[in-house]
């Protein structure tokens, strides 16, 4: 059985970083593309980056130059660092694990942004 735990969520002050991490496990991790999406109030899940399993990412306009997605393998782990943050960043957090065979969301971990 596939699981996705994330952590590092919290309340922030704008300009403010976080770093979230996402362990998983029952997952070959080493093949799967990982990503981070976020879901803000009253709006649908969105994109914010992805990780293949050769390294390459990929990031929503939003967040580029300011988010960045890493792997390490031998924690089967994600992490997304978070800086500059925003208010409009404000969401909950989900990773979310690809592979041929399945595909499987964490539970996701709050981002507060606020003053």
């Known amino acids: 059985q596939v699981q996705l735990v994330e952590s590092g969520g919290g309340l922030v002050q704008p300009g403010g970083s976080l770093r979230l991490s996402c362990a998983a496990s029952g997952i070959i991790f080493t093949i799967a593309t990982m990503g981070w999406f976020r879901q803000a109030p009253g709006k649908q899940r969105e994109l914010v980056a992805t990780?293949?399993?050769?390294?390459?990412?990929n990031y929503a306009d939003s967040v580029k130059g300011r988010f960045t997605i890493s792997r390490d393998n031998a924690k089967n782990t994600v992490y997304l660092q978070i800086d500059s943050l925003k208010p409009e960043d404000t969401a909950r957090y989900y990773c979310n694990a690809k592979t041929f065979a399945i595909a499987a969301w964490g539970q996701g971990t709050q981002v507060t942004v606020s003053s």
């Open positions: 990780i293949t399993s050769g390294g390459s990412t």
